[in-house]
């Protein structure tokens, strides 16, 4: 069995790693023909940028390739030796904290170097040290309480429950929901200040186009995102009274109100459709999946990586197997999200005037440096949002006669003032 797992995860890695080389040659060549949606000099950096992502992303998936041979071979059976760890509940949540512990060390590396190298020679992060250091700490101190309840819940369950997946799945999706409701109104504000939209015509015309979709809200909040990062973006999120729109600082800059209530329009498609409903959905399905197939491995596997079958192994091995059974989900789930997206854009300039989002969408691709182009095997499994031009499609504007226009009435100059 366990040679089975091992031929799958080798088989998932290299899939992972050819659909990369595909993308970065693909931008390779891209990157150095006639810009789109933006100038030539930004065209040229976004790609640059976009292929540096890629590789580096490459060099983390051979890691974790590594990792995975490692922890199924010898670091199980490592880590249960030196924790010394048996089937009770406490020791599986020791042992599971020690699992997540050397990920989170091997890991790092990774984000350190995307956060202060690429972000920063890219002009995204504007993370200071001390920033990180305390969103760290933050981050750690709420997975140890919050983490560490569902683990002792979670193997709690493995040990004296029956069934255990089942009810294993059905404690996760409750958990997943629960965030759904808090984070907007508890978690978010502990890494970020939210400002109520000043009184005047925005929000009056925001008001205006949420009561007209009967979305009643905690309000709309201006997100303090430049702290950290240039991009700009919006979000609406929640469930029931904790739902809330919220508007990155950085968007408010550089959109104009006509612009931001079309980006608004298109958030209150996704509301209006059920698209939150719908996310979580599938969520539910791939959770219940996961757990069926992961939660019931033969005992023959662990036989085979010379460990007992306690609580800890088996749900660190669910944690280790969870990237390759969702990477066969992630084609229809990246899917199912371009059609909800294609749906909110209609929705959107409906609400906020067609031109005024493919204005938005346009900004949007300049200030964010976004390559407006990707390999079809690689917008096939991982674009969520279809690629820019495919939406500007949609929408009915001709990419290429906007660029002509755009250049025509010198915006990339205006763009490249700032």
Do not use: C
């Amino acid at each position: 069995m366990l040679e089975i797992i091992m031929v799958l995860f080798t088989i998932y890695t290299f899939l992972k790693l050819y659909i990369s080389v595909m993308q970065i040659g693909y931008i390779s060549q891209e990157k150095n023909g006639e810009a789109v949606l933006m100038s030539q000099e930004k065209y040229l950096i976004a790609g640059t940028y976009a292929i540096k992502k890629e590789r580096l992303g490459m060099i983390s998936t051979l890691v974790d390739y590594a990792m995975f041979v490692w922890w199924v071979t010898v670091g199980f059976a490592w880590l249960t030796n030196v924790l010394e760890t048996d089937n009770s509940v406490i020791e599986a949540v020791v042992f599971l904290f020690g699992f997540i512990a050397v990920g989170f060390v091997i890991g790092l590396p990774f984000e350190l170097y995307q956060t202060f190298k690429l972000d920063k020679e890219y002009g995204f992060t504007k993370t200071t040290s001390k920033l990180y250091v305390v969103d760290q700490i933050k981050s750690t101190v709420m997975f140890l309480i919050f983490g560490g309840a569902i683990f002792y819940a979670l193997a709690w369950i493995v040990v004296n429950v029956g069934s255990w997946w089942l009810w294993g799945f059905a404690l996760l999706f409750s958990v997943a929901v629960l965030i759904n409701v808090i984070y907007p109104t508890i978690i978010a504000p502990i890494f970020n200040k939210f400002t109520p939209l000043e009184e005047g015509e925005l929000k009056t015309d925001i008001e205006s186009m949420m009561n007209g979709v009967g979305l009643k809200s905690d309000g709309v909040f201006v997100l303090d995102a430049s702290k950290r990062d240039s991009r700009l973006n919006a979000y609406f999120g929640g469930l029931g009274k904790s739902k809330r729109v919220v508007l990155f600082d950085t968007l408010m800059e550089k959109l104009s109100n006509k612009e931001l209530l079309a980006v608004l329009g298109h958030e209150l498609g996704h509301f209006s459709h059920g698209d939150i409903w719908k996310n979580i959905g599938m969520m539910g399905v791939l959770l219940f999946s996961s757990f069926f197939i992961l939660g019931n491995l033969p005992d023959t596997l662990f036989t085979e990586m010379s460990v007992a079958k306690t609580a800890g192994v088996e749900i660190a091995m669910m944690m280790l197997l969870l990237p390759l059974l969702s990477f066969v989900f992630t084609p229809i789930l990246s899917a199912v999200s371009r059609h909800n997206e294609y749906a909110a854009d209609e929705f959107g300039s409906e609400l906020g005037g067609k031109e005024n989002l493919v204005s938005a969408l346009m900004k949007l691709v300049e200030e964010n440096k976004a390559f407006p182009k990707s390999h079809p095997l690689f917008a096939f499994f991982y674009y969520t949002h279809p690629p820019v031009l495919e939406r500007l499609k949609e929408l009915g504007y001709d990419a290429h006669a906007v660029n002509e226009g755009l250049k025509k009435e010198g915006i990339f100059t205006f763009f490249d003032d700032k």
